[in-house]
């Protein structure tokens, strides 16, 4: 039955794992155990590992692509030659930042700019966490400013509370169908998970 196929993930840090997990819930499948939650080369020493584990069960593994490769097959064919038939290995092009950029409408009000500020096309940015903090910068509220931006003197890329706050906006107004529209990888994990979900299913059938 659906609802019934539980999926594990493995992931590079917190916001990931919000991602992944209403995403999960999105297609109708029961959020697993999240591994992984400490960047990008923890999670990559360890892909064999989930890989292996997926012979057995459903799991999903989502990374970044950054600035690894100019597109997602090479980043896949490096980190992962021989996947599982139960798992599905998804890159988020450029970063996940930019699959919460495709729900234009929703980011908008949550950091409180102007619809007409989004990016249209959120996966042609090179650094979408840098755009994140750069529109939270022009945010109308004062606490999206204080958790999300740096301060000059931290020496950080992010605010305080950045992390907090993108998790917030996925778990209680993100929108996964209006983001999919509008974000190609997006759409294509979406459509892995759906397929995941459904050979999950009739297998336990």
């Not at 594990?8 to 297609?27: H, K, N, Q, W």
């Not at 740096?150 to 305080?160: L, M, Q, T």
């Amino acid at each position: 039955m659906a609802g019934d196929v539980v999926i594990s993930a493995a992931v590079e840090g917190v916001i990931d794992e919000a991602v992944i997990r209403r995403l999960l819930t999105y297609v109708g499948a029961i959020p697993g155990d999240v591994y992984g939650k400490q960047g990008k080369a923890f999670l990559k020493q360890r892909t064999a590992a989930y890989n292996n584990a997926a012979r057995y069960a459903p799991w999903i593994i989502l990374v970044d692509l950054d600035d690894e490769a100019s597109c997602a097959p090479p980043l896949r064919a490096a980190w992962l030659p021989d996947p599982a038939p139960r798992l599905c290995f998804r890159v988020a092009v450029r970063e996940v930042e930019a699959w919460l950029f495709a729900d234009r409408e929703n980011l908008a009000d949550f950091l409180a700019i102007g619809r007409g500020l989004l990016p249209a096309d959120p996966e042609s940015l090179q650094d979408p966490k840098r755009e994140m903090v750069n529109l939270a910068r022009r945010s109308r509220r004062r606490a999206i400013r204080e958790d999300m931006v740096p301060r000059p003197e931290a020496g950080r890329i992010v605010g305080p509370a950045y992390a907090s706050r993108l998790i917030e906006f996925v778990t209680s107004l993100w929108h996964p169908d209006h983001a999919a529209g509008h974000s190609e990888s997006l759409r294509r994990a979406v459509e892995c998970l759906r397929r995941l979900l459904a050979s999950s299913e009739a297998t336990a059938a």
